[in-house]
């Protein structure tokens, strides 16, 4: 079955440049979407189609995928986007990853 | 705005079949995909299955054919059935809605429900 990988947690300090990476085989193939999801909160959908954004999520979310690697960036971080990011991609089923935990110290 | 609600027990007995409802208000079932994801305490999401406004639906093989999803359009709701639970099933439950574009699905979820916990009592 396939397999998306997301290191379990990333730091970063306000106003940095946050990367989130979720790797699978020949991603890059595949279209790639990310939720943001804060305790006790249904996920939100941040970006789909590699790098859409959907409406009401701020310009300093962006996407990229290609190769084996799609990434989620957040620029200028702020408190608000302390939360845990989930990508997710299709092969015959929806598959998620495993989720990182972004802090912003 | 489309809302999405979940409802259904909250606590189950091992063996038995949870049965979790999701009632769509704001917008129309039809034309959309319609989706259960859960995810146990503490951990990740796993997709269930999916149904579109035909009845013709799509699951996990993980769940080795335990689930069943079904759709209302009339009440616009769709469900979720799954049976010979144990404690492994213990989660909040989602659903959620994938989009389309013309006919075809869109393999992302746009809108969710607050979530249900579904737990497993032996």
């Known amino acids: 079955s396939y397999e998306l990988t997301q290191p379990p947690s990333v730091s970063v300090s306000p106003g940095q440049t946050a990367r989130i990476t979720c790797s699978g085989d020949k991603l890059g193939d595949k279209y790639v979407c990310w939720y943001q999801q804060k305790p006790g909160r249904s996920p939100v959908l941040v970006m789909y189609q590699d790098s859409k954004r959907p409406s009401g999520i701020p310009a300093r979310f962006s996407g990229s995928n290609s190769g084996n690697t799609a990434t989620l960036t957040i620029s200028g971080t702020q408190a608000v986007d302390e939360a845990d990011y989930y990508c997710?991609?299709?092969?015959?089923?929806?598959?998620f990853g495993g989720g990182t935990k972004l802090t912003v110290l | 705005q489309v809302q999405l609600q979940e409802s259904g027990p909250g606590l189950v007995k091992s063996s038995e079949t949870v049965s979790l409802n999701c009632t769509v208000s704001?917008?129309?079932?039809?034309?959309?995909?319609w989706t259960w994801i859960r995810q146990p305490p503490g951990k990740g999401l796993e997709w269930i299955g999916y149904i579109d406004d035909r009845g013709y639906t799509k699951y996990n093989g993980s769940l080795k054919s335990r689930a069943a999803i079904s759709v209302d359009t009339s009440e616009n709701h769709f469900s979720l059935r799954l049976n010979s639970v144990t404690a492994a099933d213990t989660a909040v439950y989602y659903c959620a809605r994938s989009p389309t574009f013309g006919v075809v699905i869109e393999h992302y979820f746009d809108y969710w429900g607050q979530g249900i916990l579904g737990a497993v009592s032996s």
């Open positions: 997710q991609a299709w092969d015959r089923i929806a598959v």
């Open positions: 704001g917008g129309s079932i039809g034309g959309f995909y």
